[in-house]
């Protein structure tokens, strides 16, 4: 996060708490709150497939946003030119809140991501919730090339991918057998995939991106909810939208508004599908 002090964030819904003002706070207590995770006894989209069987339900949030022309990422096709502190301040929470971070491999590519890890002061929130402390990082790789740094780091994330894989061997020597999962044969099964992820206590899900995995992932039902930044910048060209690749959902999908927050005209809300 930014150096200075993350803005303070006003309530618009619910209508019962609009007009609240969560100032910022290291804790982030109040924050936190909005987000609750269902208990972990009860499940929606992903614990009705493969995962039920393994008796714990997965609760899948996915966290993305948009420039005000519907853009997923600025010019440079990086999601971190149209985010700000506002959007940051609930980047944070959500990842301290989650067990696991979910990506596609372009968008390791092309975010830049390494090793992730909870803020200090976060860290009594997860130990409440009875998580542990590590915070994992899962990347969906059917065949697509991977960072050599996010690769060879101290803490090499999980691997999403397939039984075809190339690669498959040189990838369990490299960064280690048990930190690869693999799920379907052509292309990845996410259900299952969710389900291994379930099988080694990973159950709630966040979702960062990109955009097409977010397709496929509307696409298998396996959505629980959608944290959705609206920033105030309109980039143009031809950047991808939130949701790419995905065929017409007819009919469409309802959501319905947990709560819509607002800060330096940032809008960001989250939606259950």
């Known amino acids: ?7 303070g964030l006003d309530v618009l819904l619910p209508l019962a708490r609009a007009g609240e003002h969560l100032p910022a706070d290291p804790g982030e207590r109040a924050l936190i709150a909005l987000y609750p995770h269902p208990p972990a006894s009860s499940g929606t989209a992903a614990s009705s497939g493969p995962a039920a069987s393994s008796g714990k339900a997965v609760w899948l949030r996915v966290n993305m946003i948009s420039s ?9 096709r990086r999601s971190g030119t149209i985010n700000g502190d506002a959007d940051l301040r609930v980047f944070g929470v959500l990842r301290a809140a989650a067990d696991v971070v979910l990506i ?25 919730r009875g998580q542990r402390a ?12 991977l960072p050599a740094a996010l690769l060879d780091s101290d803490h090499p994330p999980l691997v999403v991918t397939i039984t075809d894989r190339p ?30 992820l379930a099988d080694r206590g990973l159950v709630r ?27 105030p910048l309109v980039v143009g060209g031809p950047a991808p939208r939130v949701v790419d690749g995905a065929p017409w ?25």
Not at 1 to 7: F, Y
Not at 68 to 76: F, M, Q, R
Request: net charge negative.
């Open 1 to 7: 996060m930014s150096d200075h002090q993350p803005p």
């Open 68 to 76: 005000l022309d519907g853009a997923a990422t600025g010019a440079d």
């Open 104 to 128: 596609g491999a372009g968008t390791a590519r092309a975010e830049g991501y390494g090793s992730i890890d909870v803020p200090a002061q976060l860290a009594a929130s997860r130990a409440a």
């Open 134 to 145: 590590a915070l994992e990082l899962a990347v969906v790789s059917g065949t697509g090339e």
């Open 167 to 196: 690669d498959l061997e040189a990838l369990r020597a490299r960064i280690g057998a048990d930190r690869v999962i693999v799920a379907g044969t052509g292309r990845v099964d996410l259900p299952a995939a969710l389900a291994a």
């Open 205 to 231: 899900v966040l979702a960062e991106g990109g955009p097409r995995l977010l397709g496929q992932l509307l696409t298998a039902g396996l959505v629980d909810e959608l944290c959705l930044t609206w920033s």
């Open 249 to 273: 959902f007819v009919p469409a999908l309802a959501a319905t508004p947990a709560h819509l927050l607002h800060a330096d005209a940032v809008l960001l809300g989250r939606w259950l599908l």
